[in-house]
C-alpha cells in the first residue's frame, strides 16, 4: 500500500461541491479498490470563503494549500458577489493561490471524445480524433504586471492601466514545460505571441527560439501571431499538437479550442509549479467550467470534467498514470453507453443527474477492475 497523499479540497461556489462530491465517492472506490490511498482535507474559497472568513481565500487556506500534495478546486464566483470590491472578488481567491503557490503553467487539454464528435460546434471531420494541449503560462504578464489600476486625469475623466511585462526566466521556464510535453506526444510545439505589435511577442519569440536551440532541438518549433492562432483553431485545430503561450493570450485560446470538444464541462486543467528540494511539484487542479450558479444545487453539472481533474493529479502529482488512464477510459465506456448531463445532451436524449453520471462512472471503473 502507497503512503498516503493529503490532498487539499476546495469546492468552492455553484455547482463545485456538486461535482466535487462525485470525486470523493472515486477515491472511496480506489480506497477499497486500488494501491492508493488518500488524505483529503477541505477547506472554503471563491465566495464562500468571503460570506464565511471575510476574503476570497484566507491565509490559513493558502497555508494548507502549500503543505498539501496537490490542491483540487470546483469553481468560484456568482451573482450574488457581484458587487463586493474589486480586491474581494471570489476569483481574487484562485488568483492569490496561483500566486503564492507560484504556479506558473497551466496545462489545458483539448480532448474530443469519439462519441461526443456531434457535439461540437465544428464539422466531425475537423474535431474527430482531437487532441491538443495548450499550455499556458499563469503568473506573469498583463493580470499581474504592474502598473495597473483605475486613475482620475485632470480633466475629469478615468485611465484604466494594465501593464503587460515578462522576463527571460518566466517565458523560458512555462516553455519548458511546454517543450517537455511536445517530447511526450507529437515532438511539436506552437508558441504563440504578438510579436507583431508587441514588444514583449518579440522578447517571448526569441527566448522560446534560443530555448529550443539550446535545449531541444529535437521539438519542431513554429510560432504564430495569437490572433491567427484563434482563427486556425476554428478552421484546422488538428494541426496543433502543443500550444505555448502567455496569460492574456492562454486564457482565450484555451477557452476557444474548448469548445471545439462540445462543451466546458468536459475539459479539466492542471496548473503546475517548479519542485521544491525534495521533489515536489507544488499543482492545483480544476475543471475549466465556472460555477454556473444557473444549475447550482439542482443535480444537474456534468462532473466529467473535474473527474479528469482528478486523473490529470493521479498522472502529473502522483506518478499514477495506470490509474489515470483507468479514470479516463471509464469516462470513454461512460460516453460510449449513451449517458449525457444536460451540456453534453443533443436533442431528444435521455439526461442523467450529476450523481447517476457519478454512478455510471463507478459501474464502468468496476468493469475495468474486474
Same mark, same amino acid.
Given at each position: ?109 483539448? $480532448? ?51 501593464? =503587460? ?55 519542431? $518549433? ?16 488538428? =494541426? ?11 486564457? $482565450? ?60 493529479? $493521479? ?56
Amino acid at each position: 500500500m502507497a503512503s498516503n497523499k493529503k490532498l487539499l479540497f476546495l469546492p468552492g461556489d455553484g455547482i463545485g461541491p456538486e461535482v466535487m462530491g462525485e470525486v470523493r465517492r472515486v477515491i472511496d472506490w480506489m480506497d477499497k479498490r486500488r494501491a492508493v490511498t488518500f488524505d483529503v482535507e477541505e477547506a472554503l474559497v471563491g465566495g464562500a470563503a468571503i460570506d464565511g472568513e471575510g476574503a476570497p481565500v484566507s491565509d490559513a487556506t493558502v497555508d494548507k494549500a502549500m503543505a498539501a500534495d496537490a490542491v483540487l478546486l470546483g469553481a468560484v464566483g456568482g451573482p450574488q458577489w457581484d458587487e463586493v470590491p474589486f480586491e474581494l472578488k471570489p476569483e481574487r481567491g484562485l488568483l492569490r493561490l496561483r500566486k503564492d503557490m507560484e504556479l506558473f503553467a497551466n496545462l489545458r487539454p483539448a $480532448l474530443c471524445f469519439d462519441a461526443l464528435v456531434d457535439a461540437s460546434t465544428l464539422k466531425p471531420e475537423l474535431v474527430s480524433g482531437l487532441d491538443i494541449m495548450i499550455v499556458r503560462e499563469l503568473t506573469g504578464g498583463v493580470y499581474f504586471g504592474e502598473p495597473r489600476g483605475i486613475e482620475t486625469l485632470p480633466d475629469g475623466t478615468r485611465r484604466g492601466i494594465n501593464t =503587460q511585462v515578462y522576463t527571460t526566466p518566466e517565458i523560458q521556464r512555462v516553455a519548458r514545460v511546454a517543450f517537455d510535453l511536445a517530447k511526450k506526444r507529437g515532438n511539436r510545439l506552437c508558441s504563440v505571441e504578438k510579436a507583431n505589435v508587441m514588444e514583449s511577442g518579440v522578447l517571448w519569440r526569441e527566448e522560446v527560439t534560443k530555448l529550443r536551440e539550446a535545449e531541444f532541438p529535437e521539438v519542431e $518549433l513554429s510560432h504564430m501571431y495569437a490572433d491567427n492562432c484563434a482563427m486556425q483553431l476554428v478552421r484546422a485545430p488538428k =494541426q496543433f499538437d502543443v500550444i505555448v503561450t502567455d496569460n492574456l493570450f492562454g486564457d $482565450l485560446l484555451s477557452d476557444a479550442a474548448a469548445m471545439l470538444t462540445g462543451s466546458l464541462g468536459m475539459l479539466p486543467s492542471a496548473s503546475l509549479g517548479a519542485a521544491d528540494a525534495s521533489g515536489r511539484i507544488p499543482a492545483l487542479y480544476e475543471p475549466v467550467h465556472g460555477s454556473a450558479p444557473d444549475i447550482a444545487g439542482q443535480g444537474k453539472a456534468n462532473p466529467l470534467a473535474t473527474l479528469l481533474s482528478f486523473a490529470m493529479m $493521479l498522472r502529473y502529482s502522483f506518478d499514477l498514470a495506470e490509474d489515470a488512464d483507468l479514470i479516463e477510459k471509464g469516462v470513454q465506456d461512460v460516453l460510449a453507453a449513451g449517458h449525457r448531463t444536460g451540456d453534453i445532451a443533443g436533442p431528444g436524449a435521455a439526461v442523467v443527474s450529476t450523481a447517476q453520471m457519478g454512478e455510471a462512472l463507478l459501474a464502468a471503473l468496476d468493469a475495468r477492475a474486474a
